[in-house]
């Protein structure tokens, strides 16, 4: 591995000045470097240091967070999209992959779901078509400028024909490894099942963050929700690890939601993080409604603005 390409290549990607990229390295390896260094680095004028080239070896491959629980209704497309987003405007390089038949993450970014499936040219075909494209084939970058692995209603048909599928769990897993080099970030949006793509999603991913609204419901589904967790860390990648639970659709002046939000971390917080509520709020259906995601739409000071917190707190936890 050429390390100083390497490190010019991340830092592109990601549209960093050599100082910002410095202070990165500095964080996570806890040295002192300075743009003057990167500089050296980049031009092969100086050795990079091993612990660096350890830091570049993982920076180079895309952590994969799949958003899932299998309780509907809980804001988990919502976050998902909002957060792949918020990556992406804190200078990362996002695949936003929409796992879900119901293809609500691809029509949230403003693609047309039923097309792109009579075109072949979704998740579907990539993972369960005897011609199957590469992922790079499929994947769409937005007007907005986040690249996306689309859905289509076809996508259902796999729940009905893993069975006899062979590697049906995996696949998703070996075909992001093509990919995992060329972005920081993966984030999986998954139905609200325990399906074949939810556990595609699980094997895939190297974290799990599972949105939580602040019902009693909401809360006893994510009891049920975590077992299935461990399994697949048993059976299925013993890599995948709890990101973490977040709060979704709270409203603060409800004492219930209050409550909950109490309970919430009391009975989580010590074994995961459970992340900043994020605040049930009209103008995020008026931006679906509007063909936009919602956080690209409203001021950082508005209450959706917590999501990009949300976002800089995991890249703090998986950095």
């Not at 996570?28 to 470097?33: C, V």
């Not at 993450?105 to 097309?115: Q, S």
């Not at 998740?123 to 400028?145: K, N, Q």
């Not at 602040?214 to 709890?242: C, H, I, S």
């Amino acid at each position: 591995m050429n390390y100083s390409e390497c490190i010019g290549r991340i830092r592109k990607r990601r549209g960093w000045t050599q100082k910002r990229l410095a202070g990165q390295i500095s964080r996570q390896t806890d040295r002192k470097y300075n743009d003057t260094s990167i500089s050296r680095w980049e031009k092969a004028s100086e050795p990079v240091p091993d612990v660096v080239q350890r830091w570049v070896e993982g920076a180079l491959r895309a952590r994969v967070i799949t958003f899932a629980n299998q309780k509907g209704g809980v804001a988990k497309t919502t976050s998902a999209v909002n957060i792949a987003y918020a990556l992406m405007k804190a200078g990362y390089k996002i695949l936003l992959v929409d796992g879900d038949p119901q293809s609500n993450a691809t029509m949230a970014v403003g693609l047309d779901h039923v097309d792109l499936d009579e075109k072949r040219l979704t998740i579907h075909d990539a993972l369960f078509e005897d011609r199957r494209p590469p992922l790079a084939d499929v994947i769409v970058t937005t007007a907005d400028g986040l690249d996306v692995l689309p859905a289509g209603p076809r996508l259902s048909r796999a729940e009905k024909s893993s069975a006899v599928l062979p590697g049906a769990p995996m696949r998703l897993k070996l075909a992001l490894e093509g990919v995992r080099t060329d972005y920081d970030y993966i984030v999986i949006d998954c139905p609200p099942n325990l399906g074949i793509m939810t556990t595609s999603a699980l094997a895939a991913a190297t974290h799990v963050l599972i949105p939580c609204s602040t019902g009693r419901f909401d809360l006893y589904g994510v009891a049920m929700f975590l077992p299935e967790v461990a399994e697949a860390q048993q059976w299925l990648n013993n890599e995948l690890k709890v990101l973490g639970l977040l709060p979704t659709r709270v409203n603060a002046q409800h004492q219930v939601d209050q409550a909950l939000l109490r309970e919430m971390k009391e009975e989580y917080g010590e074994q995961m993080e459970v992340f900043a509520p994020v605040p049930a709020v009209t103008d995020m259906q008026k931006a679906w409604y509007n063909g936009k995601i919602p956080l690209s739409v409203v001021r950082r000071d508005h209450p959706l603005g917590v999501y990009h917190d949300i976002a800089a707190r995991i890249i703090e936890l998986t950095e």
